[in-house]
């Protein structure tokens, strides 16, 4: 499901939420509903986001609604509407809805934000293996999945690049259609290399410490740091 269609159905079961008239059995609903809506919005927002700080806070505050209204029995007709706790609920609970709506809005625009950032952590975390395997002196599966990054991020490049690249490319093919472009690439050849006899066996054509290094470059390309143009 698209994220804007998440956070549209996330609103239309908010909007039927105000006409459950059992506040005892309103407390589970509005609490399994929030959170996955909350849960939705710092995936893509992030926590710290306006979108997310105002849906926690209506949240808390609707929630200590609930179990005041809850204690008092259900309240129905003109009763909820003489309520202040109920009308403020119901503003609460609206205002959630707006800012659900006003997400499903921006999910469009955020969706590469989300998974340029998922990506990263993942690459991240395949060099992180990498590192333990090479503490323990396993250089070889090391350079494997350092080699697998290395193509990760090169397949990144060819296609902000807009180049055209088979799926079966090896590092050092897609380092070769990049330099046709221009790009400044050339230095990754050898680790292409470590990567690739890595993979094919040839254990002995490469040191621990040529792994190092090729870990230590690779984790500042994802992270941004490197100075290799255009691969972060």
Known sequence: MKLESEF??????????????????????????????????IELFGRDSELTRDFIN???VAEELIS???????????SRFISSDARRLRVLTERQLGVL??????????????????KRRILLDLLRSAEKLLRRGLKDPAA??????LVELLRGRCDALG???????????????LKERGESVSHLEAFAAIGEAAAEGSFFSYTRSDVQRMLEELRGMVEGKSTTSGMD
Do not use: F, H, M, Q
Request: with cysteine; hydrophobic share 45%.
């Open 163 to 177: 180049i055209d690249y088979s799926p079966e490319d090896s590092a050092g093919t897609l380092i070769a259609l």
């Open 8 to 41: 549209s159905k996330l609103a239309r079961e908010g909007a039927a939420l105000l006409e459950v008239e059992d506040y005892a059995g309103l407390a589970s609903r509005y609490r399994e509903w929030s959170l996955r809506a909350l849960n939705s919005l």
């Open 58 to 60: 209506d949240k808390a």
């Open 68 to 78: 005041k209204l809850a204690a008092r029995g259900a309240l129905s007709g003109i």
């Open 144 to 149: 494997v999945l350092c080699g697998e990054v």
């Open 101 to 118: 709506e006003a997400a499903s809005a921006a999910a469009e625009s955020e969706v590469p934000r989300l998974k340029n950032r998922l």
